[in-house]
Each structure stands twice: as structure tokens, then as C-alpha cells.
């Protein structure tokens, strides 16, 4: 969408400035059940992993150099069939295996993005439900300068997704909701052509339900004043999936 094509286009540029330093991300799994991490990079070093799994309560740090852009979600109900093919209920990278291997998450998904900038410079982050929803999620900026702030997503979208939107289970329950624009295809859900500017593609009742639950995420793709956030003096970061679980 607009605003992650902009964050993109920034890492480009930063890329070729001097000094290189390191980020660590540590990815929580806060969830009463096992989740399959999966990251993407658009710019920078590529990662040292592309996909892993981490059981309830678990932490694993990736290290990146940066400047570097790209972003993380998490995959649920992933299993391995008898011909060893690995697949996901929810965010399947679709790559077969553990690791997602330069592909990105199949909606629907929650999105953490992040453009991080050299020599401690002011990185950008956000959390994007652009592409749907399915596990709750917050980033915390660890160290850095005074205003760097936490953005959570902690609220069920699942449990107040539409019908007409709702991704079910074996068992019948929503386990991930589809983006008014994954689920219809129109461009007025998908600013896209007389649409794609911020005064012809406004907010839906749609998007209304995301922004809802998660007052600081991006809700569609013109969401940029309230969910935009930045951090600098070379921040690590702390990424915590289902944040409100006890």
C-alpha cells in the first residue's frame, strides 16, 4: 500500500549511507499455543532467518544490519503433511517449509513493518492490519531517545469480524479476518483507481471495525496520521505476539 511503498523506497535511499550497526528483534510468543514467526526483507541485509517456530512463552532474537526494511508477522496452525509439505492455517507464507524464503505473508495477516536507518537515525515502524487480521500484536522499542513509544494491537478482531470477511476453522471458530479489499475486490476498498488518493478513499465501516480494536494500526491503506511511529538513536526492538494474554 502507499505508506509501505514509501518506507520501501526510504530504505533504498538509506542504504547507501556510511555506517552500519546492528538491531536486534525479539519476538515473543505471548499466545497459549505455538506460533511460526515468518519475516520478509524489502531492503538491507537479509536475515539470518526467514521462519522458525517458538512455543508459548518462548523468545527468539533476530539480528539484522542495518539501515534495513521489512516485516514480520506470525503463522497459526502450521503442521507438516506425510509428503513433508508444510503448510499454515493462517499467514502461510507458502513456501512448504518452516521457512518462508523471501516470501511474504498470505493474507490475511497482521503486518509489523519497519524501515531502520543508520548511524542511530530515525527508524520507522508500524503495525499494518492493510492485509487483514489474525493474531494481536505489539512493538517496544528497546534503549533509543526520549519519545520513542510502544503501538499496540491488542484487540480480537476475530471476534467481531463480519461474516462476510470471516476465515474459519476446522472447528468452526474465526481464527483470521480478511481485508474489506481482499474480501470484495472493489477499489473503493482497495484505494485503487479513482480512489487512490487520501480524499477519494476515506475510512469504511469496514475499516472502522479494525481501527476499533486497534486505535494505533494502520486500518486501510491512508491510515498514515495515527499510525505512523518513529524511534531513533538505535533502538532494539521487542515484538510480542497476543501482548493481552495472561
Known sequence: MA???????????IFFFPGVYSVN???KNNCSFPIWPGALT???SQLSTTGFKLLPGSTATVNVSSPWSGRFWARTL??????????????????????CNGAGAIPPASLVEFTTAANGGQDFFDISLVDGFNLAVSVNPIGGLDGCKAVVCAGNVNAVCPPELAIKGEGGEV?????ACMGFNKPEYCCSGEYDQPETCPPT????????QCPQAYSYAYDDKTST???SGGPNYS???CPSSS
Open 3 to 13: 505508506f509501505q511503498m514509501q518506507l520501501f523506497r526510504l530504505s533504498i535511499i
Open 25 to 27: 528483534f525479539a519476538i
Open 42 to 44: 524489502g531492503a538491507g
Open 78 to 99: 502450521c503442521s507438516t503433511d506425510k509428503t513433508g509439505k508444510f503448510s499454515c492455517g493462517t499467514a502461510d507464507c507458502g513456501s512448504g517449509q518452516v521457512s
Open 175 to 179: 481464527i483470521a479476518c480478511k481485508s
Open 205 to 212: 465501516d469496514y475499516s472502522k471495525i479494525f481501527k476499533n
Open 229 to 231: 511511529f518513529t524511534c
Open 239 to 241: 515484538i510480542t505476539f
